[in-house]
């Protein structure tokens, strides 16, 4: 099965919430619940997205992209895929088609956080064009962390 010609990529529904919502449990140590997904589609800045594979029985969503479009400027909150889909593009499908979203609507940059010892989201945002601004100490409650600043520049 080729991942990326069975990509679906779409804004994010309340119908997708319940398979996000476990998305995100089996993706982060402190997960968003599925009424802070609700909650977050509702919100008039928010942009998320996911990405759904037509499989035998149906369609799955398999991923999804979080962010928010203020002052003129976009944050991503949220990029996860499901372990079973992993390294096959779908979280940087996700990615390019939001990029590419804010850049039609002229948002000049784009900004996250991400943990400082999560090694492989800092180098997948790198490999997107992400660099390194500044660090926020201790910015995670629930190990105490620090959370790098990353932001890219669109044209």
């Known amino acids: 099965m080729s991942t990326q010609e069975d990509l679906t990529i779409r804004r994010m529904t309340e119908a997708d919430v319940f398979q996000v919502a476990h998305i995100e449990q089996v ?3 402190t997960a968003w619940s599925a009424r802070a997904y609700y909650e977050e589609i509702a919100l008039p800045f928010d942009y998320s997205l996911v990405g759904e594979l037509a499989e035998n029985t149906g369609s799955l969503v398999c991923g999804y992209i979080t962010s928010w479009l203020v002052s003129g400027e976009a944050n991503l909150l949220k990029v996860a895929v499901h372990p079973r889909y992993r390294r096959r593009g779908i979280g940087s499908a996700l990615l390019r ?55 890219r520049q669109l044209s």
């Open 27 to 29: 993706s982060f140590t």
């Open 97 to 151: 088609r939001s990029l590419d979203f804010f850049n039609d609507r002229g948002i000049e940059k784009v900004w996250l956080e991400v943990r400082a010892t999560n090694t492989a989201a800092r180098e997948f945002y790198k490999a997107h064009g992400f660099a390194y601004h500044y660090t926020r100490n201790r910015y995670y409650s629930d190990t105490g962390e620090d959370a790098l600043v990353m932001a």
